[in-house]
């Protein structure tokens, strides 16, 4: 099971200058303080240290050290295959799926390593929600879609099973959308109410950390701008880490952000910080457009 009650007030940012890496491979992992009036503002959610992650033999993710913060908006950006949804999968431990797939280091949420052996999965998961790059509801009807969770959770009780529906739906902002046809299939909704949907089957169970995998990459603009406009409305009641290629999507949505390029983590700050003024030139030159 994951107990206790991560408490820590500091952030740190993960320094892998180029320079540094070649002198000195060690510093690819160090862990430096982030300013002071950074290390303050919240506790820390999930932490990496040295982490690593393996396809057989392949290091997709190589000693990753990172502090992501509670209740804010973190997004993971870099180019194709460098190992940022690898990562963000591992947070709830969907990598455990691939059978190839294995980790070293620690990836710590509430003070607990997430690939401890006794670990309890199944509470994790209900702890650490997730939305995927193209909507999956199920092949059942909306109600039954959102109640999902709940029911595997033991809740039985049909007034708060449809208390719950009605909150989380409303929640996901499709409530009015679809609240006269519960009982019609999902697969009937379009792209993006689909998308709101499953963010809705999400949060039914309660979860304390959103992972979303580039969750607007199959929707249109208009569906897309919903998505971002309900991770507003949820920053500050949940962590919510996102994945995207988009980076003036990561600009608009995200309170800090991680640029991964090639496995590594090259800079971790706030988002501000990151797009005006980042302190490493591979950042520089990917969110210039030189690369990527």
Same mark, same amino acid.
């Given at each position: 099971?994951?107990?206790?009650?991560?408490?820590?007030?500091?952030?740190?940012?993960?320094?892998?200058?180029?320079?540094?890496?070649?002198?000195?491979?060690?510093?690819?992992?160090? +862990?430096?303080?982030?300013?002071?009036?950074?290390? &303050?503002?919240?506790?820390?959610? +999930?932490?990496?240290?040295?982490?690593?992650?393996?396809?057989?033999?392949?290091?997709?993710?190589?000693?990753?050290?990172?502090?992501?913060?509670?209740?804010? +908006?973190?997004?993971?950006?870099?180019?194709?295959?460098?190992?940022?949804? &690898?990562?963000? =999968?591992?947070?709830?431990?969907?990598?455990?799926?691939?059978?190839?797939?294995?980790? &070293?280091?620690?990836?710590?949420?509430?003070?607990?390593?997430?690939?401890?052996?006794?670990?309890?999965?199944?509470?994790?998961?209900? =702890?650490?929600?997730?939305?995927?790059?193209?909507?999956?509801?199920?092949?059942?009807?909306?109600?039954?879609?959102?109640?999902?969770?709940?029911?595997?959770?033991?809740?039985?009780?049909?007034?708060?099973?449809?208390?719950?529906?009605?909150?989380?739906?409303?929640?996901?902002?499709?409530?009015?959308?679809?609240?006269?046809?519960?009982?019609?299939?999902?697969?009937?909704?379009?792209?993006?109410?689909?998308?709101?949907?499953?963010?809705?089957?999400?949060?039914?169970?309660?979860? /304390?950390?959103?992972?979303?995998?580039?969750?607007?990459?199959?929707?249109?603009?208009?569906?897309?701008?919903?998505?971002?406009?309900?991770?507003?409305?949820?920053?500050?009641?949940?962590?919510?880490?996102?994945?995207?290629?988009?980076?003036?999507?990561?600009?608009? +949505?995200?309170?800090? &952000?991680?640029?991964?390029?090639?496995?590594?983590?090259? /800079?971790?700050?706030? *988002?501000?910080?990151?797009? *005006?003024?980042?302190?490493?030139?591979?950042?520089?030159?990917?969110?210039?457009?030189?690369?990527?």
């Amino acid at each position: 099971m994951v107990m206790g009650t991560l408490e820590e007030k500091k952030m740190s940012t993960t320094d892998n200058t180029t320079g540094s890496m070649e002198k000195n491979p060690a510093a690819a992992s160090a +862990v430096i303080e982030a300013p002071a009036e950074e290390s &303050t503002m919240k506790s820390i959610h +999930v932490k990496a240290r040295d982490f690593s992650i393996f396809y057989g033999t392949n290091e997709a993710v190589k000693s990753v050290n990172i502090d992501i913060p509670e209740n804010e +908006v973190t997004a993971i950006i870099g180019p194709s295959g460098c190992g940022k949804s &690898t990562f963000l =999968r591992c947070i709830n431990r969907m990598n455990d799926l691939i059978p190839a797939c294995h980790t &070293t280091g620690e990836l710590i949420f509430d003070n607990q390593n997430i690939y401890h052996p006794r670990l309890n999965v199944v509470s994790l998961r209900q =702890r650490i929600g997730m939305v995927f790059q193209r909507p999956n509801p199920f092949p059942k009807s909306i109600l039954d879609n959102v109640a999902y969770g709940p029911r595997l959770q033991g809740i039985r009780n049909r007034s708060v099973l449809m208390d719950i529906v009605e909150q989380s739906l409303k929640q996901a902002a499709i409530w009015d959308e679809v609240k006269d046809r519960l009982n019609d299939n999902a697969l009937g909704l379009s792209g993006g109410q689909q998308q709101r949907l499953c963010l809705a089957r999400a949060l039914a169970v309660k979860p /304390e950390i959103l992972l979303m995998d580039e969750p607007t990459s199959a929707l249109d603009p208009k569906a897309t701008a919903r998505i971002e406009d309900l991770i507003d409305e949820l920053r500050g009641d949940y962590t919510i880490i996102i994945v995207t290629h988009n980076m003036q999507q990561a600009a608009r +949505v995200s309170d800090y &952000t991680a640029f991964f390029y090639e496995g590594i983590l090259v /800079e971790f700050g706030k *988002t501000e910080q990151v797009f *005006t003024n980042p302190r490493e030139k591979r950042t520089e030159d990917y969110i210039t457009g030189r690369f990527g």
